[in-house]
């Protein structure tokens, strides 16, 4: 089973430069910073790169990756526009 990925822009933080746009392997973030977290693979790059620490990346408590040996995270975000 494929693990889901919650993400969320926080809105008073982010200054819409796009990093998270560009640098994202999956096109989670649209132009306009709207989420699709279904798309979301957890590689965390956007969360890496966000230079305002805006952007937080986590697994859906009870989802876990095939074979994994890994604990289901604390925790849970929903995809969010930023400035909302």
Request: aromatic letters at 8%; a negative charge.
């Amino acid at each position: 089973m494929k693990r889901k990925f919650d993400v969320r822009v926080n809105g008073n933080l982010c200054k819409k430069c796009g990093i998270c746009v560009f640098i994202c392997p999956k096109g989670v973030f649209s132009d306009d910073l709207r989420v699709d977290a279904g798309k979301c693979n957890g590689c965390r790059r956007c969360e890496l790169y966000c230079p305002d620490f805006a952007v937080v990346v986590e697994g859906v408590r009870g989802e876990r990756n095939e074979g994994s040996d890994e604990g289901s995270d604390e925790g849970r975000y929903e995809g969010t526009v930023a400035g909302e």
